[in-house]
Antibody
Framework: QVQLQESGPGLVKPSETLSLTCTVS????????WSWIRQPPGKGLEWIGN???????KYNPSLKSRVTLSVDTSKNQFSLKLSSVTAADTAVYYC??????????????WGQGTLVTVSS | EIVLTQSPGTLSLSPGERATLSCRAS???????LAWYQQKPGQAPRLLIY???NRATGIPDRFSGSGSGTDFTLTISRLEPEDFAVYYC??????????FGQGTKVEVK
């Protein structure tokens, strides 16, 4: 059974960089696309971007200038960095698995989510 | 960017009743790339339906999806207590970004 687990600081100061890591267990990170999705408290879902195990990326144009995704296949992990954060970036951040090929946007496994609060 | 608009915002129904949720896209979406997710409080979303009408692994057959082009529907034939949740439609029509609807909350009447 594939499991995803987000980790990282729960509190980030304004203007700083939010950094999260997702660890994949029960399966290989290879062959699949790996996404980050966030949900502000009480609101809907926003896709941030994804990374293929090879390192190629796709980003949400609305966040592209501030987002960096990376993958470490040796550790079965992928990571998110979001720079210059503001209170509007406060959200639960999920990592999720997307299928291969043209179905990269179909998310069949999700992490439990981690709340990141941006506050001084 | 393709905008998905879900209606109604909230659906108040009793267990055993039929739920019909709508999702309208701002432009045509290939059926292969339209999905529905269920989210319960404090939990991550769960894939319910993909490719408009295909149930994901382990999803009971009271859940069904239909539609094409810009109009899509999720139907729950008979609501069970565990079905009261928020439902999101989602599209991933080949190019970023992936977008989600704003959600429909199915609550107990």
């Amino acid at each position: 059974q594939v499991q995803l687990q987000e980790s990282g600081p729960g509190l980030v100061k304004p203007s700083e960089t939010l950094s999260l890591t997702c660890t994949v267990s029960g399966g290989s990170i290879s062959t699949y696309y790996w996404s980050w999705i966030r949900q502000p408290p009480g609101k809907g879902l926003e896709w941030i971007g994804n990374i293929y195990f090879s390192g190629s990326t796709k980003y949400n144009p609305s966040l592209k200038s501030r987002v960096t995704l990376s993958v470490d296949t040796s550790k079965n992990q992928f990571s998110l960095k979001l720079s210059s954060v503001t209170a509007a970036d406060t959200a639960v951040y999920y990592c999720a698995r997307g299928l291969s090929g043209s179905y990269w946007g179909r998310f069949d496994y999700w992490g439990q989510g981690t709340l990141v609060t941006v506050s001084s | 960017e393709i905008v998905l608009t879900q209606s109604p915002g909230t659906l108040s129904l009793s267990p055993g009743e039929r739920a019909t949720l709508s999702c309208r896209a701002s432009q045509g979406v290939s059926s292969a790339y339209l999905a529905w997710y269920q989210q319960k409080p404090g939990q991550a979303p769960r894939l319910l339906i993909y490719g408009v009408s295909n149930r994901a692994t382990g999803i009971p057959d009271r859940f069904s999806g239909s539609g094409s082009g810009t109009d899509f529907t999720l139907t729950i034939s008979r609501l069970e207590p565990e079905d009261f949740a928020v439902y999101y439609c989602q599209q991933y029509a080949g190019s970023p970004p992936v977008t989600f609807g704003q959600g429909t909350k199915v609550e107990v009447k």
